[in-house]
C-alpha cells in the first residue's frame, strides 16, 4: 500500500538520532503532545491510531493535520492487527513504543465493555507479543491511570505506587489494572522492559471533550448548567495535571528505560510511575478558574454521586517519579487552565465568543 512505500522510503525516520519512537494513540490528546515533543526534539516518530469515533472525530483528524505538519508519521490502524504491527517493525527498528492507545472514559464501558476488552487488554497483548519478538526489543512505555487506586477516602490519599490496587473503580480501571498484571508478566517471563505510568487528571490544549473540564467550558459558554455531584460540593477533590507537565514526564520514562534497550535476555526493569501534580483541587475551585477566565458565571445543578465512577479524592504521591525521573511539575491549575481556555475559544471559533457575557 502507499503508506508503506511512503513509510520505507520516509527520510524523517532515517534520519533520526538512532532513537525511533512507535506511539500508539498517537491521535489522541496526550499522544499528539508527545509524539510532536519527540519529535521536535530530533527523535523519528511514527504514529498509529485507529480514529475511533468514541469522541469528536473532527477533533482527531485536526490533531493528525497538527502531527504531519511537524513531521509526524502518522498511520492510520488498529494495533490489534499483527499484519500492521509487522509491517511497522519489519521497517522501522523502533528502540521505544509509547504505548497510549486505549479505549477512555469511565461512563461509556457500562454500555460498551468489550470495547475496553479489545483495545486496552487485547491489543496490548498482541503489541506486547510483536515487541516480544523484535530484534532488539524496543523498551515500552505505557498509560496506565491513577483511576487503579479506586475509590478511596480522605484518609488514604495521597496515592503511593506501593499501595494496594485490588479495587479499580470500573470497568475502565479494571483493564488498566489487568495492562499492569500482564506488562508485568512480560517483563517477567521475556525481560520485556516496561514502564507503567499512572496518570491522574490531564488537561489542557487539544484535550478529550468527554472529560469533565472540557464539557464545563462548554456548558458555561451556553449557558447550561453544570451538574456536580453531592460529595464534590464538600469534601472531594481530584489531581490535575497540565499536559506539558505529563508529556516532560513521558519523555523522561523514555529515556530512563531506554538505558535498557536491547538487553533482551529476561533482565530488563519493570517500573510503575504516578504522574500526577499532588496538589488536588476540589470541583468548585475548578469551576470558579474557568468563570474567572471566561469572565461569566457558570449555574449548577447538584446530583448524587454515580456507584459506577470515578474516585471522590485522587492525590498522588509523586515523591518516586520526582526521584528517578527528575519529573516535576510546574504549571499550577489557573496558569494551565488559561491555557486550555485560549485554545478552547480559538478551537472552537467566534460564535462562542460573541455569545460572551463581558
Ligand atoms: P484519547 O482517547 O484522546 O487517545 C487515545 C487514542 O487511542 C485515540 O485517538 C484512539 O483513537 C486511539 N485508539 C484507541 N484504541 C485503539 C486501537 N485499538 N488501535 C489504535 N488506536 C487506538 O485519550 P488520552 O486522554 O490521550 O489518553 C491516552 C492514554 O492515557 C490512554 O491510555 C488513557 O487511558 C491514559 N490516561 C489518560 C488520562 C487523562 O486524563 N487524559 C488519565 C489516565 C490515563
Not at 18 to 27: D, H, N, P, R, Y
Not at 184 to 207: A, D, E, K, M
Not at 329 to 357: A, I
Request: hydrophobic share 35%; charged share 20%.
Amino acid at each position: 500500500t502507499s503508506w508503506e512505500t511512503r513509510l520505507r522510503s520516509s527520510a524523517q525516520i532515517r534520519r533520526a538520532n538512532g532513537i525511533s519512537v512507535l506511539v500508539t494513540g498517537a491521535a489522541g490528546f496526550i499522544g499528539t503532545h508527545v509524539s510532536i515533543a519527540l519529535k521536535t526534539r530530533g527523535d523519528g516518530v511514527v504514529g498509529v491510531d485507529n480514529f475511533d469515533d468514541y469522541y469528536a472525530l473532527s477533533l482527531k483528524e485536526t490533531r493528525r493535520e497538527l502531527l504531519e505538519f511537524h513531521g509526524v508519521f502518522i498511520v492510520d490502524g488498529d494495533i490489534n492487527d499483527r499484519g500492521l504491527l509487522d509491517i511497522l517493525f519489519d521497517t522501522i527498528a523502533f528502540t521505544h513504543v509509547m504505548h497510549l492507545a486505549a479505549q477512555v472514559g469511565v461512563q461509556y464501558a457500562v454500555e460498551n465493555p468489550y470495547a475496553y476488552v479489545h483495545s486496552n487488554i487485547a491489543s496490548m497483548v498482541t503489541l506486547l507479543e510483536r515487541c516480544k519478538s523484535a530484534d532488539p526489543q524496543p523498551a515500552i512505555v505505557w498509560a496506565s491511570s491513577g483511576s487503579v487506586y479506586g475509590v478511596k477516602s480522605k484518609n488514604k490519599i495521597p496515592f503511593s505506587e506501593s499501595d494496594r490496587v485490588d479495587r479499580p473503580a470500573s470497568i475502565y480501571a479494571s483493564t488498566k489494572r489487568t495492562g499492569e498484571e500482564i506488562t508485568q508478566t512480560y517483563n517477567r517471563f521475556y525481560g520485556l522492559s516496561i514502564t507503567g505510568l499512572r496518570f491522574f487528571t490531564v488537561y489542557g490544549p487539544w484535550g478529550r471533550p468527554d472529560m469533565a473540564y472540557f464539557s464545563f467550558i462548554r456548558n458555561i459558554l451556553q449557558g447550561k448548567p453544570i451538574t456536580m455531584y453531592r460529595a464534590n460540593h464538600t469534601n472531594s477533590a481530584r489531581d490535575f495535571i497540565y499536559i506539558d507537565d505529563v508529556v516532560k514526564g513521558c519523555v523522561a520514562s523514555l529515556d530512563t528505560s531506554g538505558k535498557s534497550v536491547g538487553l533482551g535476555n529476561g533482565s530488563g526493569p519493570y517500573r510503575i510511575y504516578n504522574l500526577g501534580s499532588a496538589s488536588p483541587v476540589t470541583v468548585p475551585t475548578l469551576v470558579s478558574i474557568l468563570e474567572e477566565n471566561l469572565r461569566m458565571k457558570a449555574t449548577t445543578n447538584v446530583a448524587e454521586m454515580s456507584e459506577n465512577g470515578d474516585s471522590l479524592f485522587a492525590q498522588a504521591n509523586i515523591s518516586l517519579a520526582e526521584k528517578e525521573l527528575g519529573y516535576k511539575p510546574t504549571t499550577d491549575l489557573e496558569t494551565g487552565l488559561k491555557e486550555f481556555v485560549k485554545w478552547y475559544l480559538w478551537y472552537y471559533g467566534k460564535p462562542f465568543v460573541q455569545n460572551r457575557k463581558v
